[in-house]
Protein backbone atom coordinates (compact mmCIF):
# COMPACT_ATOMS: atom_id res chain seq x y z
CA UNK A 1 0.00 0.00 0.00
CA UNK A 2 1.60 3.28 -1.13
CA UNK A 3 1.18 6.21 1.84
CA UNK A 4 -0.95 9.24 -0.12
CA UNK A 5 0.29 12.40 0.96
CA UNK A 6 -2.92 14.06 2.41
CA UNK A 7 -2.78 17.82 1.30
CA UNK A 8 -3.20 20.74 4.72
CA UNK A 9 -6.10 21.38 6.10
CA UNK A 10 -7.10 24.46 6.79
CA UNK A 11 -9.27 25.51 9.28
CA UNK A 12 -11.25 28.72 10.96
CA UNK A 13 -13.38 27.20 13.97
CA UNK A 14 -12.77 25.06 16.74
CA UNK A 15 -15.39 22.67 15.80
CA UNK A 16 -13.64 22.08 12.34
CA UNK A 17 -10.03 21.64 14.16
CA UNK A 18 -11.88 19.58 16.58
CA UNK A 19 -13.22 17.17 14.57
CA UNK A 20 -10.03 17.05 12.02
CA UNK A 21 -8.35 15.83 15.24
CA UNK A 22 -11.17 13.35 16.01
CA UNK A 23 -10.88 11.77 12.78
CA UNK A 24 -6.74 11.25 12.68
CA UNK A 25 -7.15 10.04 16.18
CA UNK A 26 -9.98 7.54 15.09
CA UNK A 27 -7.35 6.37 12.93
CA UNK A 28 -5.18 5.51 15.76
CA UNK A 29 -2.82 8.42 15.17
CA UNK A 30 -0.57 10.52 17.43
CA UNK A 31 -1.50 13.62 17.05
CA UNK A 32 1.15 16.52 17.28
CA UNK A 33 1.27 20.15 17.74
CA UNK A 34 3.10 23.34 17.71
CA UNK A 35 1.32 26.58 18.65
CA UNK A 36 2.79 29.74 16.93
CA UNK A 37 1.33 33.17 15.92
CA UNK A 38 2.13 32.87 12.42
CA UNK A 39 4.44 34.59 10.31
CA UNK A 40 6.91 31.65 10.47
CA UNK A 41 10.45 31.44 9.68
CA UNK A 42 12.88 28.52 9.65
CA UNK A 43 12.81 28.27 13.29
CA UNK A 44 8.83 27.64 13.62
CA UNK A 45 9.73 25.49 10.61
CA UNK A 46 12.61 23.20 12.78
CA UNK A 47 9.41 22.52 15.11
CA UNK A 48 7.61 21.35 12.65
CA UNK A 49 10.16 18.91 11.51
CA UNK A 50 10.44 17.85 15.46
CA UNK A 51 6.49 17.18 15.46
CA UNK A 52 6.65 15.02 12.55
CA UNK A 53 9.44 12.72 13.91
CA UNK A 54 7.06 12.39 17.08
CA UNK A 55 3.38 11.74 15.95
CA UNK A 56 1.86 10.53 12.89
CA UNK A 57 -0.38 13.83 12.13
CA UNK A 58 0.77 16.91 12.84
CA UNK A 59 -1.50 20.41 13.48
CA UNK A 60 0.25 23.80 13.99
CA UNK A 61 -2.23 26.79 15.20
CA UNK A 62 -1.64 30.34 13.54
CA UNK A 63 -3.07 32.93 16.27
CA UNK A 64 -1.90 36.69 17.47
CA UNK A 65 -3.19 35.68 21.14
CA UNK A 66 -3.97 39.28 22.08
CA UNK A 67 -4.47 38.24 26.02
CA UNK A 68 -0.26 37.72 25.89
CA UNK A 69 0.41 41.15 25.10
CA UNK A 70 0.38 43.78 27.61
CA UNK A 71 -1.02 47.35 26.47
CA UNK A 72 1.74 49.53 24.88
CA UNK A 73 2.86 46.12 23.14
CA UNK A 74 3.25 45.34 19.65
CA UNK A 75 -0.08 43.58 19.47
CA UNK A 76 -1.55 45.61 16.44
CA UNK A 77 1.62 45.54 14.12
CA UNK A 78 3.00 41.78 15.12
CA UNK A 79 3.62 40.56 10.86
CA UNK A 80 0.82 38.42 9.75
CA UNK A 81 0.93 36.58 6.60
CA UNK A 82 -1.40 33.57 6.69
CA UNK A 83 -0.97 32.53 2.84
CA UNK A 84 2.48 32.68 3.22
CA UNK A 85 2.27 30.50 6.00
CA UNK A 86 0.27 28.09 4.75
CA UNK A 87 2.06 27.42 1.79
CA UNK A 88 5.30 27.04 4.38
CA UNK A 89 3.54 24.37 6.08
CA UNK A 90 2.23 22.49 3.41
CA UNK A 91 5.12 22.71 2.12
CA UNK A 92 6.77 20.63 5.22
CA UNK A 93 4.13 18.17 5.59
CA UNK A 94 1.90 19.72 8.05
CA UNK A 95 -2.10 17.89 8.07
CA UNK A 96 -3.97 20.55 10.00
CA UNK A 97 -3.27 24.38 9.85
CA UNK A 98 -5.65 25.78 12.39
CA UNK A 99 -5.94 29.55 12.39
CA UNK A 100 -8.90 30.82 14.58
CA UNK A 101 -10.24 34.64 14.52
CA UNK A 102 -10.12 36.42 17.72
CA UNK A 103 -13.90 36.24 18.04
CA UNK A 104 -13.95 32.03 17.89
CA UNK A 105 -11.30 32.15 20.53
CA UNK A 106 -12.49 34.93 22.95
CA UNK A 107 -16.43 34.89 22.22
CA UNK A 108 -16.50 36.69 25.46
CA UNK A 109 -14.02 38.32 28.38
CA UNK A 110 -12.42 34.77 30.11
CA UNK A 111 -13.50 34.78 33.98
CA UNK A 112 -11.01 32.32 34.34
CA UNK A 113 -7.95 33.00 34.08
CA UNK A 114 -3.83 31.73 35.52
CA UNK A 115 -2.00 32.41 38.27
CA UNK A 116 2.03 31.89 38.36
CA UNK A 117 4.49 31.49 41.42
CA UNK A 118 7.51 31.62 41.66
CA UNK A 119 8.07 30.84 38.11
CA UNK A 120 7.07 34.35 35.84
CA UNK A 121 9.04 36.70 39.71
CA UNK A 122 12.22 37.03 36.81
CA UNK A 123 13.47 37.41 33.08
CA UNK A 124 10.12 38.44 31.06
CA UNK A 125 7.82 38.12 33.89
CA UNK A 126 7.85 41.67 35.42
CA UNK A 127 8.41 43.26 32.33
CA UNK A 128 5.86 41.81 30.90
CA UNK A 129 2.92 41.50 33.05
CA UNK A 130 0.08 39.52 32.53
CA UNK A 131 2.19 38.01 29.33
CA UNK A 132 2.79 34.24 30.92
CA UNK A 133 -0.82 34.11 32.35
CA UNK A 134 -1.71 35.14 28.88
CA UNK A 135 0.36 32.48 27.29
CA UNK A 136 -1.26 29.73 29.77
CA UNK A 137 -4.71 30.84 28.80
CA UNK A 138 -4.27 30.34 24.80
CA UNK A 139 -2.04 26.77 25.66
CA UNK A 140 -4.81 25.74 27.60
CA UNK A 141 -7.34 26.49 25.16
CA UNK A 142 -5.37 24.97 22.21
CA UNK A 143 -4.94 21.58 23.96
CA UNK A 144 -8.40 21.08 24.92
CA UNK A 145 -9.30 21.70 21.72
CA UNK A 146 -6.66 20.02 19.22
CA UNK A 147 -5.85 16.85 22.61
CA UNK A 148 -2.54 16.48 21.07
CA UNK A 149 -0.39 13.77 22.25
CA UNK A 150 2.86 15.23 21.74
CA UNK A 151 3.29 19.61 21.58
CA UNK A 152 6.32 21.34 20.35
CA UNK A 153 8.05 24.74 21.95
CA UNK A 154 10.88 26.44 20.88
CA UNK A 155 13.65 26.78 23.24
CA UNK A 156 14.30 30.75 22.26
CA UNK A 157 11.19 31.68 24.33
CA UNK A 158 12.73 29.61 27.24
CA UNK A 159 10.35 31.19 30.28
CA UNK A 160 7.46 29.90 28.03
CA UNK A 161 8.69 26.20 27.20
CA UNK A 162 9.84 25.99 31.45
CA UNK A 163 6.31 27.56 32.53
CA UNK A 164 4.26 25.45 30.00
CA UNK A 165 6.08 22.06 31.25
CA UNK A 166 5.21 23.13 34.62
CA UNK A 167 1.97 23.72 34.02
CA UNK A 168 1.38 20.04 32.02
CA UNK A 169 3.01 18.84 35.14
CA UNK A 170 0.80 20.75 38.02
CA UNK A 171 -2.25 20.10 36.13
CA UNK A 172 -1.55 16.42 34.66
CA UNK A 173 -2.28 17.55 31.06
CA UNK A 174 -2.23 14.02 28.71
CA UNK A 175 0.90 15.90 26.82
CA UNK A 176 4.25 15.55 26.53
CA UNK A 177 6.16 18.38 25.54
CA UNK A 178 9.33 18.36 23.53
CA UNK A 179 11.64 21.60 23.56
CA UNK A 180 13.15 22.53 19.73
CA UNK A 181 16.30 24.11 19.61
CA UNK A 182 16.83 27.53 18.65
CA UNK A 183 17.65 27.85 15.07
CA UNK A 184 19.94 31.18 14.20
CA UNK A 185 20.96 33.42 11.20
CA UNK A 186 24.45 32.72 10.15
CA UNK A 187 25.66 35.46 12.45
CA UNK A 188 23.77 33.93 15.27
CA UNK A 189 20.91 36.12 15.71
CA UNK A 190 18.06 33.67 17.14
CA UNK A 191 15.93 33.41 14.65
CA UNK A 192 12.15 35.25 15.45
CA UNK A 193 9.24 37.21 13.80
CA UNK A 194 10.28 40.23 15.53
CA UNK A 195 13.15 40.62 13.31
CA UNK A 196 11.02 41.63 10.67
CA UNK A 197 10.89 45.19 12.61
CA UNK A 198 15.02 45.58 12.52
CA UNK A 199 16.41 47.69 9.41
CA UNK A 200 19.34 46.90 7.79
CA UNK A 201 21.28 48.87 10.69
CA UNK A 202 19.64 47.81 13.44
CA UNK A 203 19.69 44.09 12.10
CA UNK A 204 23.54 43.64 12.10
CA UNK A 205 23.89 45.46 15.63
CA UNK A 206 20.86 42.92 16.77
CA UNK A 207 23.59 39.93 17.21
CA UNK A 208 24.71 41.46 20.04
CA UNK A 209 22.32 39.33 22.04
CA UNK A 210 23.90 36.35 20.53
CA UNK A 211 27.80 37.84 21.24
CA UNK A 212 27.14 37.99 24.57
CA UNK A 213 25.87 35.19 25.25
CA UNK A 214 29.11 33.37 23.48
CA UNK A 215 31.16 35.85 25.74
CA UNK A 216 29.47 34.10 28.81
CA UNK A 217 29.77 30.86 27.63
CA UNK A 218 33.46 31.37 26.72
CA UNK A 219 33.98 32.66 30.80
CA UNK A 220 32.09 30.07 31.82
CA UNK A 221 34.01 27.40 29.85
CA UNK A 222 37.24 28.67 30.81
CA UNK A 223 36.29 28.26 34.65
CA UNK A 224 34.27 31.65 35.86
CA UNK A 225 31.39 30.37 38.11
CA UNK A 226 29.87 33.97 39.28
CA UNK A 227 26.65 34.68 37.98
CA UNK A 228 27.62 38.84 38.73
CA UNK A 229 31.12 38.52 37.09
CA UNK A 230 29.40 36.47 33.67
CA UNK A 231 26.79 38.95 34.08
CA UNK A 232 28.52 41.97 34.15
CA UNK A 233 30.47 40.52 31.02
CA UNK A 234 27.68 40.36 29.17
CA UNK A 235 26.45 44.00 30.08
CA UNK A 236 29.58 44.89 28.92
CA UNK A 237 29.74 43.51 25.25
CA UNK A 238 25.74 44.81 25.30
CA UNK A 239 26.78 48.46 26.32
CA UNK A 240 28.87 49.01 23.67
CA UNK A 241 26.61 48.79 20.97
CA UNK A 242 24.88 52.47 20.54
CA UNK A 243 21.17 52.03 19.52
CA UNK A 244 20.82 48.53 22.01
CA UNK A 245 19.15 49.26 24.53
CA UNK A 246 19.10 46.46 27.69
CA UNK A 247 16.26 45.62 29.19
CA UNK A 248 17.96 42.45 31.59
CA UNK A 249 20.54 40.18 31.63
CA UNK A 250 19.78 37.57 34.21
CA UNK A 251 21.92 33.92 35.84
CA UNK A 252 18.57 31.38 36.72
CA UNK A 253 18.16 28.00 37.69
CA UNK A 254 16.39 26.28 35.42
CA UNK A 255 13.73 24.70 37.24
CA UNK A 256 12.56 27.27 39.19
CA UNK A 257 13.68 30.41 37.23
CA UNK A 258 14.83 31.93 40.50
CA UNK A 259 18.29 33.77 40.36
CA UNK A 260 21.62 32.03 41.22
CA UNK A 261 24.80 33.55 42.26
CA UNK A 262 26.98 30.26 41.25
CA UNK A 263 26.86 28.83 38.01
CA UNK A 264 26.50 25.27 38.92
CA UNK A 265 23.79 22.46 37.64
CA UNK A 266 21.60 23.39 34.96
CA UNK A 267 21.04 27.01 34.63
CA UNK A 268 20.09 29.74 32.48
CA UNK A 269 21.56 32.56 30.95
CA UNK A 270 18.77 34.89 29.58
CA UNK A 271 19.25 38.58 27.88
CA UNK A 272 16.34 40.80 26.35
CA UNK A 273 16.81 44.19 24.58
CA UNK A 274 15.34 46.79 22.72
CA UNK A 275 17.37 47.00 19.14
CA UNK A 276 15.45 49.81 17.23
CA UNK A 277 11.49 49.27 17.57
CA UNK A 278 12.15 45.55 18.15
CA UNK A 279 12.44 44.08 21.88
CA UNK A 280 14.52 41.08 21.62
CA UNK A 281 15.02 37.79 24.20
CA UNK A 282 17.62 34.94 23.85
CA UNK A 283 19.12 32.30 26.09
CA UNK A 284 21.98 29.85 26.46
CA UNK A 285 21.14 26.89 28.67
CA UNK A 286 24.25 25.39 30.47
CA UNK A 287 24.69 22.16 32.51
CA UNK A 288 27.68 22.98 34.63
CA UNK A 289 29.13 19.60 36.84
CA UNK A 290 32.43 18.34 37.93
CA UNK A 291 33.95 21.05 35.92
CA UNK A 292 32.37 20.33 32.75
CA UNK A 293 30.36 22.80 30.89
CA UNK A 294 27.28 21.21 28.28
CA UNK A 295 25.63 23.16 26.45
CA UNK A 296 21.77 22.22 26.48
CA UNK A 297 20.30 22.85 23.22
CA UNK A 298 16.55 21.40 24.11
CA UNK A 299 16.07 20.67 27.65
CA UNK A 300 14.05 17.64 28.42
CA UNK B 1 -24.89 -11.62 23.03
CA UNK B 2 -25.80 -11.36 27.11
CA UNK B 3 -24.17 -7.54 28.32
CA UNK B 4 -21.94 -9.09 31.20
CA UNK B 5 -22.10 -6.89 34.02
CA UNK B 6 -18.50 -5.68 35.28
CA UNK B 7 -17.37 -5.07 38.55
CA UNK B 8 -15.76 -2.04 39.94
CA UNK B 9 -11.89 -1.27 39.61
CA UNK B 10 -10.48 0.31 42.32
CA UNK B 11 -7.54 2.50 41.05
CA UNK B 12 -5.29 4.27 43.18
CA UNK B 13 -2.50 5.81 40.81
CA UNK B 14 -3.06 8.70 37.71
CA UNK B 15 -1.02 5.70 35.47
CA UNK B 16 -3.49 2.72 36.08
CA UNK B 17 -6.79 5.37 35.77
CA UNK B 18 -5.24 6.97 32.78
CA UNK B 19 -5.13 3.59 31.28
CA UNK B 20 -8.78 1.99 32.24
CA UNK B 21 -10.14 5.30 30.41
CA UNK B 22 -8.27 5.09 27.53
CA UNK B 23 -9.25 1.57 27.44
CA UNK B 24 -12.74 2.12 27.65
CA UNK B 25 -12.36 4.79 24.97
CA UNK B 26 -10.87 2.37 23.04
CA UNK B 27 -13.71 0.63 22.88
CA UNK B 28 -15.42 3.75 21.64
CA UNK B 29 -17.42 3.68 25.02
CA UNK B 30 -18.72 7.89 26.02
CA UNK B 31 -17.17 8.12 29.83
CA UNK B 32 -19.04 9.90 32.18
CA UNK B 33 -17.46 11.44 35.01
CA UNK B 34 -19.01 12.46 39.25
CA UNK B 35 -15.79 13.68 40.77
CA UNK B 36 -16.47 13.23 45.27
CA UNK B 37 -14.85 13.48 48.40
CA UNK B 38 -16.42 10.25 49.30
CA UNK B 39 -18.52 9.14 52.21
CA UNK B 40 -21.25 9.13 49.83
CA UNK B 41 -25.27 9.60 49.95
CA UNK B 42 -27.95 9.74 47.73
CA UNK B 43 -27.54 12.62 46.60
CA UNK B 44 -24.37 11.63 44.99
CA UNK B 45 -25.61 8.38 44.19
CA UNK B 46 -28.28 10.06 42.02
CA UNK B 47 -25.26 11.90 40.23
CA UNK B 48 -24.10 8.11 39.40
CA UNK B 49 -27.43 7.49 38.27
CA UNK B 50 -27.46 10.73 36.02
CA UNK B 51 -23.71 10.01 35.09
CA UNK B 52 -25.23 6.44 33.61
CA UNK B 53 -27.70 7.48 31.97
CA UNK B 54 -25.48 9.73 29.77
CA UNK B 55 -22.17 7.71 29.64
CA UNK B 56 -21.40 3.65 28.57
CA UNK B 57 -18.69 3.65 31.12
CA UNK B 58 -18.61 5.77 34.24
CA UNK B 59 -16.25 6.55 36.37
CA UNK B 60 -16.11 8.44 40.34
CA UNK B 61 -13.12 9.90 41.98
CA UNK B 62 -13.03 9.98 45.91
CA UNK B 63 -10.48 12.27 46.79
CA UNK B 64 -10.78 14.48 50.04
CA UNK B 65 -9.11 17.90 47.62
CA UNK B 66 -6.61 19.58 50.21
CA UNK B 67 -6.18 22.65 47.92
CA UNK B 68 -9.95 23.58 48.47
CA UNK B 69 -9.76 23.79 52.34
CA UNK B 70 -8.76 26.86 54.36
CA UNK B 71 -7.00 27.20 57.51
CA UNK B 72 -9.08 25.99 60.69
CA UNK B 73 -11.55 24.41 57.77
CA UNK B 74 -12.78 21.04 58.42
CA UNK B 75 -9.91 18.94 56.14
CA UNK B 76 -9.13 16.74 59.24
CA UNK B 77 -12.00 15.79 60.10
CA UNK B 78 -13.88 15.27 56.45
CA UNK B 79 -15.92 12.18 57.16
CA UNK B 80 -13.64 9.40 55.13
CA UNK B 81 -14.92 5.60 54.25
CA UNK B 82 -13.82 4.20 51.10
CA UNK B 83 -14.91 1.05 51.72
CA UNK B 84 -18.26 1.88 52.44
CA UNK B 85 -17.91 4.05 49.14
CA UNK B 86 -16.69 1.27 47.27
CA UNK B 87 -19.63 -1.25 48.15
CA UNK B 88 -22.13 1.61 47.03
CA UNK B 89 -20.77 2.64 44.21
CA UNK B 90 -20.47 -1.51 42.88
CA UNK B 91 -24.20 -1.80 43.60
CA UNK B 92 -24.49 1.77 41.31
CA UNK B 93 -22.83 -0.06 38.42
CA UNK B 94 -20.06 2.33 38.81
CA UNK B 95 -16.94 0.56 36.37
CA UNK B 96 -13.70 2.67 37.62
CA UNK B 97 -13.23 3.97 41.07
CA UNK B 98 -10.50 6.46 41.18
CA UNK B 99 -9.24 6.68 44.96
CA UNK B 100 -5.72 8.66 44.92
CA UNK B 101 -3.49 9.68 47.67
CA UNK B 102 -2.76 13.00 48.54
CA UNK B 103 1.13 12.76 47.30
CA UNK B 104 -0.23 10.99 44.33
CA UNK B 105 -2.14 14.49 43.61
CA UNK B 106 0.20 16.76 44.80
CA UNK B 107 3.93 15.15 44.63
CA UNK B 108 4.86 19.30 44.90
CA UNK B 109 3.08 22.01 45.67
CA UNK B 110 1.95 23.55 42.52
CA UNK B 111 2.72 26.83 40.81
CA UNK B 112 0.25 27.44 38.18
CA UNK B 113 -3.08 27.82 39.89
CA UNK B 114 -6.07 29.40 39.07
CA UNK B 115 -7.96 33.08 39.17
CA UNK B 116 -11.67 33.93 39.30
CA UNK B 117 -12.78 36.78 38.33
CA UNK B 118 -16.53 38.01 39.59
CA UNK B 119 -17.93 34.82 39.56
CA UNK B 120 -16.13 34.24 43.25
CA UNK B 121 -16.78 38.05 44.95
CA UNK B 122 -19.74 36.77 46.41
CA UNK B 123 -21.62 33.76 48.28
CA UNK B 124 -19.10 31.63 49.65
CA UNK B 125 -16.62 32.92 48.12
CA UNK B 126 -15.25 35.59 49.94
CA UNK B 127 -16.11 33.27 53.33
CA UNK B 128 -13.86 30.64 51.61
CA UNK B 129 -10.71 32.44 49.72
CA UNK B 130 -8.99 29.98 47.85
CA UNK B 131 -11.56 27.50 48.26
CA UNK B 132 -13.00 27.72 44.37
CA UNK B 133 -9.25 28.10 42.79
CA UNK B 134 -8.44 24.79 44.76
CA UNK B 135 -11.71 23.28 43.10
CA UNK B 136 -10.97 24.56 39.80
CA UNK B 137 -7.21 22.68 40.03
CA UNK B 138 -8.28 19.15 41.34
CA UNK B 139 -11.38 19.39 38.94
CA UNK B 140 -8.75 20.50 35.99
CA UNK B 141 -6.69 17.73 37.61
CA UNK B 142 -9.43 15.09 37.25
CA UNK B 143 -10.39 16.23 33.99
CA UNK B 144 -6.42 15.62 32.59
CA UNK B 145 -6.66 12.20 34.05
CA UNK B 146 -9.89 10.76 33.36
CA UNK B 147 -10.95 12.85 30.12
CA UNK B 148 -14.53 12.35 30.48
CA UNK B 149 -16.57 12.85 27.99
CA UNK B 150 -19.63 14.38 30.65
CA UNK B 151 -19.25 14.99 34.44
CA UNK B 152 -22.41 15.65 36.73
CA UNK B 153 -21.93 18.11 39.12
CA UNK B 154 -24.71 18.27 42.06
CA UNK B 155 -26.83 21.62 42.21
CA UNK B 156 -26.80 22.10 46.11
CA UNK B 157 -23.32 23.03 45.54
CA UNK B 158 -24.51 25.94 43.06
CA UNK B 159 -21.20 28.37 43.39
CA UNK B 160 -19.15 25.16 41.93
CA UNK B 161 -21.38 24.34 39.45
CA UNK B 162 -21.56 27.28 37.74
CA UNK B 163 -17.66 28.00 38.11
CA UNK B 164 -16.89 24.63 36.85
CA UNK B 165 -19.50 25.64 33.94
CA UNK B 166 -17.79 28.79 33.36
CA UNK B 167 -14.09 26.80 33.34
CA UNK B 168 -15.13 24.42 30.75
CA UNK B 169 -16.46 27.48 27.94
CA UNK B 170 -13.45 29.73 28.83
CA UNK B 171 -11.18 26.90 28.59
CA UNK B 172 -12.71 25.02 25.68
CA UNK B 173 -11.98 21.50 27.99
CA UNK B 174 -14.20 19.14 25.60
CA UNK B 175 -16.18 18.16 28.33
CA UNK B 176 -20.27 18.65 28.95
CA UNK B 177 -21.30 19.27 32.45
CA UNK B 178 -24.37 17.98 33.60
CA UNK B 179 -26.26 19.50 36.93
CA UNK B 180 -27.57 16.75 39.41
CA UNK B 181 -30.79 18.33 41.29
CA UNK B 182 -30.45 18.56 45.06
CA UNK B 183 -31.28 15.81 46.65
CA UNK B 184 -33.08 16.30 50.04
CA UNK B 185 -34.13 14.49 53.60
CA UNK B 186 -37.78 13.61 54.04
CA UNK B 187 -37.93 16.74 56.09
CA UNK B 188 -36.17 19.36 53.18
CA UNK B 189 -32.66 18.92 54.31
CA UNK B 190 -30.13 19.08 51.88
CA UNK B 191 -28.01 15.93 51.77
CA UNK B 192 -24.53 16.43 52.35
CA UNK B 193 -21.40 14.49 53.77
CA UNK B 194 -21.20 17.07 56.43
CA UNK B 195 -24.49 16.71 58.32
CA UNK B 196 -22.74 13.77 59.79
CA UNK B 197 -21.49 16.37 62.04
CA UNK B 198 -24.61 16.99 63.60
CA UNK B 199 -26.18 15.87 66.69
CA UNK B 200 -29.89 14.79 66.73
CA UNK B 201 -31.10 18.16 68.19
CA UNK B 202 -28.77 20.01 65.35
CA UNK B 203 -29.92 17.67 62.92
CA UNK B 204 -33.50 19.48 63.87
CA UNK B 205 -32.20 22.34 63.87
CA UNK B 206 -30.50 22.02 60.62
CA UNK B 207 -34.06 22.12 58.56
CA UNK B 208 -34.27 25.91 58.87
CA UNK B 209 -32.23 26.68 55.85
CA UNK B 210 -34.78 24.60 53.80
CA UNK B 211 -37.69 26.24 55.39
CA UNK B 212 -35.59 29.63 54.56
CA UNK B 213 -35.81 29.18 51.41
CA UNK B 214 -39.57 27.87 50.91
CA UNK B 215 -40.22 30.72 52.54
CA UNK B 216 -38.79 32.71 49.89
CA UNK B 217 -40.40 30.78 47.24
CA UNK B 218 -44.10 31.14 48.40
CA UNK B 219 -43.10 34.98 49.02
CA UNK B 220 -41.63 34.90 45.14
CA UNK B 221 -44.87 32.74 44.17
CA UNK B 222 -47.04 35.28 45.47
CA UNK B 223 -45.67 38.07 43.75
CA UNK B 224 -42.58 39.94 45.73
CA UNK B 225 -39.92 40.83 43.69
CA UNK B 226 -37.75 42.37 46.05
CA UNK B 227 -34.71 40.96 46.37
CA UNK B 228 -34.36 42.70 49.79
CA UNK B 229 -37.91 42.07 50.89
CA UNK B 230 -37.02 38.04 50.56
CA UNK B 231 -33.46 38.12 51.97
CA UNK B 232 -34.91 40.04 55.23
CA UNK B 233 -37.62 37.16 55.04
CA UNK B 234 -35.32 34.14 54.85
CA UNK B 235 -32.91 36.00 57.60
CA UNK B 236 -35.71 35.98 60.34
CA UNK B 237 -36.76 32.01 59.74
CA UNK B 238 -32.88 31.83 60.38
CA UNK B 239 -32.34 34.05 63.21
CA UNK B 240 -35.46 32.14 64.93
CA UNK B 241 -33.62 29.26 65.54
CA UNK B 242 -31.06 29.37 68.79
CA UNK B 243 -27.92 28.07 68.00
CA UNK B 244 -27.93 28.39 64.20
CA UNK B 245 -25.76 31.15 63.13
CA UNK B 246 -26.16 32.83 59.59
CA UNK B 247 -23.25 32.89 57.40
CA UNK B 248 -24.96 34.90 54.70
CA UNK B 249 -28.21 34.87 52.87
CA UNK B 250 -27.88 36.57 48.84
CA UNK B 251 -30.04 36.81 45.68
CA UNK B 252 -27.64 36.64 42.91
CA UNK B 253 -28.13 36.28 39.06
CA UNK B 254 -27.47 32.98 37.61
CA UNK B 255 -25.04 33.10 35.09
CA UNK B 256 -22.49 35.52 37.17
CA UNK B 257 -23.24 35.48 40.22
CA UNK B 258 -23.92 39.14 41.00
CA UNK B 259 -26.40 40.59 43.49
CA UNK B 260 -29.77 41.28 42.44
CA UNK B 261 -32.44 43.89 43.60
CA UNK B 262 -35.01 42.43 41.57
CA UNK B 263 -36.17 39.03 41.06
CA UNK B 264 -36.31 38.75 37.26
CA UNK B 265 -34.96 36.09 35.37
CA UNK B 266 -32.79 33.37 36.58
CA UNK B 267 -31.54 33.66 40.05
CA UNK B 268 -30.53 32.18 42.91
CA UNK B 269 -31.60 32.28 46.28
CA UNK B 270 -28.70 30.91 48.42
CA UNK B 271 -28.00 30.76 52.20
CA UNK B 272 -25.26 29.47 54.28
CA UNK B 273 -24.80 28.57 58.00
CA UNK B 274 -23.10 27.34 60.99
CA UNK B 275 -25.67 24.82 62.45
CA UNK B 276 -23.44 23.53 65.61
CA UNK B 277 -19.88 22.22 64.27
CA UNK B 278 -21.29 22.03 60.23
CA UNK B 279 -21.19 24.98 57.74
CA UNK B 280 -23.64 24.02 55.91
CA UNK B 281 -25.44 24.99 52.17
CA UNK B 282 -28.75 25.38 50.25
CA UNK B 283 -30.18 27.12 47.22
CA UNK B 284 -32.87 27.26 44.99
CA UNK B 285 -32.57 28.62 41.38
CA UNK B 286 -35.71 30.55 40.41
CA UNK B 287 -36.32 31.45 36.81
CA UNK B 288 -38.76 34.16 37.02
CA UNK B 289 -41.15 35.22 33.50
CA UNK B 290 -43.96 37.35 32.41
CA UNK B 291 -45.14 36.69 36.45
CA UNK B 292 -44.44 32.95 36.06
CA UNK B 293 -41.81 31.35 38.60
CA UNK B 294 -40.50 28.01 37.66
CA UNK B 295 -38.13 26.10 40.04
CA UNK B 296 -34.81 24.76 38.28
CA UNK B 297 -34.12 21.68 39.77
CA UNK B 298 -30.87 21.58 37.22
CA UNK B 299 -29.80 24.44 35.23
CA UNK B 300 -28.35 23.61 31.98
Redo the contacts between chains.
Sequence with gaps: MIARRMALVLVRT?AEA?AAVRRAKREGKRVGFVPTMGYLHEGHLRLVDLCRERADYCAVSVFVNPTQFGPGEDYERYPRDLERDRRLLEARGVDLLFAPSVEEMYPEP??????????ADHLCGPRRPGHF?GV??VV??LF??L?PDVAVFGQKDLQQLV?VK??VR?????VEIVAGPTVREPDGLAMSSRNEYLSPEEREKATVLYRALQRAKALVEGGERSAAAVLAAMRDVIERVEGVRLDYVEAVELETLQPVERLEGRVALAVAAFVGPARLIDNLVLDVRDGQVREVPAID
Tied chains: 1, 2.
Aim: no cysteine; aromatic share 8%; net charge positive.
Design positions: IRPLIRFQIEKLPLLTKHIEIRLDLNFP
